[in-house]
């Protein structure tokens, strides 16, 4: 059972251009919603979370728009620059507990000059 | 704080044959999951510990699969009798008391 469904798969932007990668959900009990960034030969790393209280969460060049009432959420990613060519992973999990991280199954963004 | 450590970074084995691997975790952090990743996917949940205890465990953890953390430090994840089917990057991630995985390179595993 997927329950974070990711798209695209893959995505190629040209440098400065906005990147935008989308999610959705099916479980209501996910209440943290992170991405995750991923270089080849590297684990993933965090990059942005949010929580479905706020519709939107900005840091720096990356922002999370969330909407709960649809599950579903996206990361944009302002001025794409080549370094930001990586794979990205949306997840979802629930807070209180411990973090069992549902995982998306990823989008590859190449950023090209 | 020198972040995750994972060794080995790359093993190839045969099939049939044990596999040991081990995590070192972010020293304050008392939580410790293992992942498991296959290529084009994204990393699966295998297993979780809280100090020393293991309080969940998938049912993609066969019972092939064993994990540990004594002394709730570092951990091992040993595949007994491996299968082609295991290949794959073997993520191990701790965190604190919040949502913050801390991800290491993992290693990645070939049956051969």
């Known amino acids: 059972q997927q329950q974070v469904k990711q798209s695209p798969q893959s995505l190629i932007v040209q440098k400065g251009g906005i990147s935008i990668i989308n999610c959705a959900y099916e479980?209501?009990?996910?209440?943290?919603f992170p991405w995750y960034q991923q270089f080849p030969g590297k684990g993933p790393a965090l990059l942005i979370a949010i929580r479905p209280d706020v519709s939107e969460k900005k840091e720096g060049r990356f922002t999370i728009s969330f909407n709960k009432s649809a599950k579903q959420f996206s990361l944009h990613i302002m001025d794409s620059q080549p370094g930001d060519s990586a794979t990205y992973f949306c997840?979802?999990?629930?807070?209180?507990?411990?973090?069992?991280?549902?995982f998306g199954t990823g989008t590859k963004l190449q950023v090209i000059p | 704080d020198t972040g995750v450590s994972q060794n080995p970074r790359h093993k190839i084995t045969k099939r049939g044959q044990n596999v040991t691997f081990r995590c070192d975790p972010i020293?304050?952090?008392?939580?410790l999951y293992w992942y498991r990743q296959t290529l084009g996917q994204g990393p699966e949940f295998l297993t979780y510990f809280q100090n020393e205890a293991q309080l969940e465990k998938s049912r993609l953890l066969s019972d092939r699969f064993s994990a540990e953390r004594p002394k709730g430090s570092f951990s091992t994840l040993e595949i007994q009798r491996t299968e082609q089917g295991d290949s794959a990057m073997y993520l191990c991630a701790s965190s604190l008391l919040d949502e913050k995985l801390f991800f290491g390179s993992g290693t990645q595993l070939s049956v051969l």
């Open positions: 020293s304050e952090h008392n939580r």
């Open positions: 997840a979802a999990s629930m807070t209180g507990g411990y973090q069992k991280v549902t």
């Open positions: 479980n209501t009990a996910f209440d943290y």
